[in-house]
């Protein structure tokens, strides 16, 4: 055999070689990713969801313009069906991951939460919100994974549905984003609001601490000790559901969003239904449920109140 003819014949056996090569390790790595795909936990848990009143919230941000649509359940076949919808959905599979950081958020931006409306039984499930950016996806708890989910059936609107835009957002202004903030069970200042009380004063007579910190997660229970000081009754809400809370981030303060998957009956005017007299003191327990999970830190719950009409309020802090 001449050289030039053994010469082509060894280059194409090496490009051939070179071929399958690529090809195996290219079919190793669809083969491992496939392997490394696992169950989303919080999505999983609402896979068997039967309630018959539901709400899947769809919100679509592009840095701007917000679109929010919401599907409930109407009739028993369309329920049917969508519920059949949503439990396909729910049984997404990502690769987990721990590379996110705020810099890889690119728009569009979407939020799901899928959750019961005031139902109450047995069954009762809490719902769920993900955020999803850039082929990240990250769920209420934190958790980040790597998926690019089919949210095709949330984005369209049919009758009946809820459907509302709003201009001149930002992400750290719309709670269902919640998650952003909370990835890889760490708070990101830049995408929570610094702590705010303009409307408001701080009164100075009332003394607020924290006595305990008792329970975990949504039975987490803060118990309050309020002494007031000075010379006139001070009226205070004890509601769980319209007491603040902040966080603190590099020696400031930032608000933490109500968890949008906890159903809070849309509740919007600020009861004061206890007061102190002068030189009185009482307890107050508040539940952190509706603020969801909350990692490791330095937080303090924001009391509300009103004194002779002026709306004020009062803080107490403590550690997670």
Request: some cysteine; hydrophobic content about 35%.
């Amino acid at each position: 055999m001449c050289p030039e003819k053994a010469k082509t014949k060894i280059n194409k056996t090496a490009v051939f070689a070179c071929a399958i090569t690529l090809l195996v390790l290219a079919l190793g790595a669809v083969i491992c990713r496939f392997f490394m795909l696992s169950p989303i936990p919080e999505l999983e848990r609402l896979a068997d969801i039967e309630v018959s009143h539901f709400e899947a919230t769809f919100i679509s941000f592009d840095g701007d313009k917000l679109t929010s649509i919401s599907h409930h359940a109407k009739t028993l076949d369309v329920q049917f069906n969508d519920i059949l919808k949503i439990r396909r959905f729910c049984g997404l599979k990502g690769v987990k991951v721990t590379d996110w950081t705020p810099d890889k958020i690119k728009y569009p931006v979407y939020a799901l939460t899928i959750r019961p409306i005031n139902f109450k039984s047995e069954k009762y499930l809490p719902g769920e919100t993900i955020v999803w950016s850039n082929g990240y996806l990250i769920t209420s708890s934190g958790d980040v994974y790597r998926c690019n989910p089919d949210f095709s059936y949330f984005s369209k609107k049919d009758d009946g549905d809820y459907y509302a835009e709003a201009a001149d957002r930002r992400l750290d202004n719309v709670k269902n984003f919640r998650p952003l903030a909370l990835a890889n069970n760490k708070w990101n200042k830049d995408l929570l609001n610094p702590s705010s009380r303009s409307t408001r004063e701080l009164n100075k007579d009332i003394e607020a601490k924290v006595k305990s910190v008792t329970g975990e997660e949504a039975e987490r229970i803060v118990t309050v000790s309020l002494k007031n000081n000075g010379t006139d009754i001070w009226n205070y809400s004890d509601q769980s559901l319209f007491a603040g809370l902040e966080v603190k981030l590099d020696g400031e303060y930032y608000s933490i969003y109500h968890d949008p998957n906890v159903d809070d009956i849309y509740l919007t005017v600020l009861f004061y239904s206890k007061s102190i007299g002068a030189g009185r003191d009482d307890v107050q327990d508040y539940s952190l449920g509706f603020f969801g999970k909350l990692p490791p830190g330095e937080y303090r719950i924001v009391v509300f109140g009103q004194n002779d009409g002026v709306q004020d309020y009062v803080f107490a802090e403590f550690s997670i």
